[in-house]
């Protein structure tokens, strides 16, 4: 994104209510710039661009958000709890061939 010097606005957008927001200096010489928003959830932005709101923009990308699942702290618990068990039965089993 270029513009004319100035400062633009970016805002992540939710159901028309602002999630996320930034600000920066933006210009017509540098063209290797990338502005965008990652951990926020958000379904429009809104731009509003350098000194006098001209701007030129290219290489709109979106992507597409991943679940990533949790598990539940019991579940982490008794899996440790059952794994514990499971080991010290077979230890025993073990020891009782031994004889």
Known sequence: MV?????????ALLNNS?????????NNTSSNNFYGFTGVTFDAIR???????????DNIQFG?????????????IGTLIGGTAAFR???????????
């Not at 731009?47 to 923009?57: D, E, H, K, Y």
């Not at 039965?89 to 004889?99: E, G, P, Q, T, W």
């Open 47 to 57: 731009v509003t661009a350098g000194s006098n709101g001209l701007a030129a923009i």
């Open 18 to 26: 602002v999630v996320d927001t930034f600000s920066t200096a933006t």
């Open 89 to 99: 039965i077979r230890k025993k089993l073990a020891d009782a061939n031994k004889v």
């Open 64 to 76: 597409t958000a991943t679940a990533q699942s949790v598990p539940e702290p019991f579940s982490i």
């Open 3 to 11: 513009t004319n010097p100035g400062t633009s606005t970016f805002n």
